[in-house]
């Protein structure tokens, strides 16, 4: 019998990401460029973005979620992100991968996306 591997208790299901790498707002503004053809919110106030990693070579590895695993869109959404990412100065190369762990919850939108929706 084999064991699970569960994450060590205090570890965060969502990675934190590189805040600190002088790339990293503009990455974040390339996110808010993309939406969710369903919902009238970028996809970074959605808290769909769960990690920018950003190395020192400048290559962006970006942990992205969606609203439900049969969104429509789950195929293409990847490509979007990074069509958005790609062309900013300075960004070597860019991996986007989807992920359903933690699964999304409204409780990840911005206060900004909440207002926009009607949910406060």
Same mark, same amino acid.
């Given at each position: 019998?084999?064991?699970?591997?569960?994450?060590? %208790?205090?570890?965060?299901?969502?990675?934190?990401?590189?805040?600190?790498?002088?790339?990293? %707002?503009?990455?974040?503004?390339?996110? !808010?460029?993309?939406?969710?053809?369903?919902?009238?919110? +970028?996809?970074?106030?959605?808290?769909?973005?769960?990690?920018?990693?950003? +190395? *020192? &070579? +400048? *290559?962006?590895?970006?942990?992205?979620?969606?609203? &439900?695993?049969?969104?429509?869109?789950?195929?293409?959404?990847?490509?979007?992100? &990074?069509?958005?990412?790609?062309?900013?100065?300075?960004?070597?190369?860019?991996?986007?991968?989807?992920?359903? %762990?933690?699964?999304?919850?409204?409780?990840?939108?911005?206060?900004?996306? !909440?207002? %926009?929706?009607?949910?406060?």
């Amino acid at each position: 019998m084999t064991e699970q591997s569960h994450p060590v %208790e205090g570890t965060p299901l969502i990675a934190p990401s590189s805040t600190d790498h002088p790339l990293y %707002e503009q990455v974040v503004e390339a996110c !808010r460029t993309v939406y969710d053809p369903e919902i009238p919110v +970028n996809i970074y106030e959605l808290g769909l973005i769960y990690t920018i990693d950003i +190395n *020192e &070579a +400048n *290559e962006v590895d970006i942990k992205m979620s969606l609203t &439900a695993p049969g969104c429509p869109v789950a195929g293409e959404m990847p490509g979007w992100v &990074a069509d958005a990412v790609e062309p900013i100065p300075g960004v070597k190369q860019v991996d986007v991968a989807l992920v359903w %762990e933690p699964p999304w919850g409204m409780d990840m939108m911005s206060d900004e996306a !909440r207002l %926009e929706l009607g949910f406060m």
